[in-house]
């Protein structure tokens, strides 16, 4: 594509001779001239036009012009599209920008290790997006990089453009002991009555109907033959019991909540590489609030570039006081032993259950009585010198 504004330009008429001899006189360049039949051809520079129109008068020569397709005649058109121009400087930028920048970091071979943790180590040696290649010693960093991250052996680094490719290789995790494999006794976790009591693994010490304190041995892993020599095994059985088990709810009459008071705005920041651009003026302008966080990146042919708009949606609150009558304040606990009962004795039967309320000038208590029957048993470790 031509560069130059240039014009055709077609001339015909009795005086063409005496045309083209001042267009040769007043030095106008005239490229790709000719005649065919009773008419001139040439291409003219535009800012010649108007001269050329001035001979085409005075000889009385009929003149007709075309504008050629070049660049420079459409960036004249679109000399005014403030938008344009300014779109074709920030793909420059742009361009230039991301040249010799860090744009991608990718994190492979890390199974245990988050991405999070490598990319905070990786911050620390100035491995981050926007900033230059150039000035990043990779073999150094990849160095340095398990000294940073616990659990890491090696690491291998290298650049594809402005990409960095880190590959993790991660220490080998030492062997733990197999619990099945850690001598120990099966003990009480309550004062109980054993309602069913099997030993898999060593020596029942009660029998069904047996009272056991808190502690007892019930199946014990030290088992001692008839010769005399003692050997320690991990005990394993289950053991069932009725016990007694007390839980305490309490709540206050008076209770300060945090409430919504529909009022909200949204304050949008520019992320440019590690760089962050408010988009907005001032602080925060409720003076309690609840805070959610969003983010789009900028995606081009279909990869994320280092550009995104960070959005936070701030919703007030108001603090208020809600008074609970003895009844509102009653369910609310009872709610809660609901939650508990499901939560923590979801596999114990509930034999019976008692509550007792006492209450004083500010709060409520549920004191809940339980009678319950479930596993009583719990493995305690036996220690060899």
């Not at 491995?127 to 398990?146: A, M, Q």
């Amino acid at each position: 594509m031509k560069l130059r504004r240039l014009v055709r330009i077609n001339a015909r008429g009795k005086r063409l001779s005496e045309f083209i001899n001042l267009i040769h006189e007043r030095r106008i360049e005239c490229r790709e001239e000719f005649c065919r039949g009773e008419v001139f051809h040439g291409d003219v520079f535009r800012r010649e036009l108007r001269e050329i129109q001035d001979i085409a008068r005075e000889c009385g020569v009929e003149l007709k012009t075309a504008d050629y397709d070049t660049l420079g005649e459409r960036l004249f058109r679109y000399r005014r599209r403030i938008g344009l121009l300014i779109g074709l400087i920030l793909a420059a930028f742009t361009a230039v920008c991301f040249s010799d920048v860090i744009v991608t970091i990718e994190i492979s071979g890390n199974t245990s290790i988050s991405d999070e943790v490598i990319l905070a180590a990786l911050a620390e040696l100035d491995i981050k997006r926007g900033t230059p290649i150039h000035s990043v010693d990779l073999e150094k960093c990849g160095n340095r990089l398990p000294f940073l991250v616990d659990g890491v052996a090696w690491v291998g680094m290298h650049r594809t453009g402005n990409r960095i490719a880190v590959q993790i290789r991660e220490t080998a995790p030492i062997p733990q002991k197999e619990k099945g494999r850690i001598p120990c006794n099966v003990v009480a976790a309550h004062d109980a009555e054993i309602t069913y009591i099997l030993a898999r693994s060593g020596f029942a010490m009660f029998r069904e109907g047996d009272y056991v304190p808190k502690g007892a041995l019930l199946i014990s892993g030290v088992v001692q033959s008839k010769t005399g020599r003692t050997s320690v095994s991990h005990a394993m059985g289950e053991v069932r019991g009725i016990y007694s088990e007390t839980v305490s709810f309490s709540g206050a009459y008076r209770s300060t909540e945090q409430s919504l008071t529909g009022r909200s705005s949204t304050q949008r920041t520019l992320r440019l590489f590690s760089l962050d651009i408010p988009l907005y003026f001032g602080g925060d302008k409720f003076m309690s609030s609840t805070s959610e966080y969003s983010e789009s990146p900028l995606v081009l042919f279909g990869k994320e570039l280092p550009i995104s708009i960070k959005r936070r949606k701030l919703s007030e609150t108001v603090c208020s006081e809600r008074l609970f009558t003895p009844d509102e304040l009653k369910d609310r606990l009872m709610d809660k032993v609901s939650l508990y009962e499901k939560n923590f004795l979801g596999d114990t039967k509930i034999i019976s259950r008692d509550i007792k309320t006492s209450r004083n000038d500010d709060t409520l208590t549920l004191n809940v009585f339980y009678r319950l029957e479930g596993d009583i048993g719990r493995q305690q470790e036996v220690f060899v010198k």
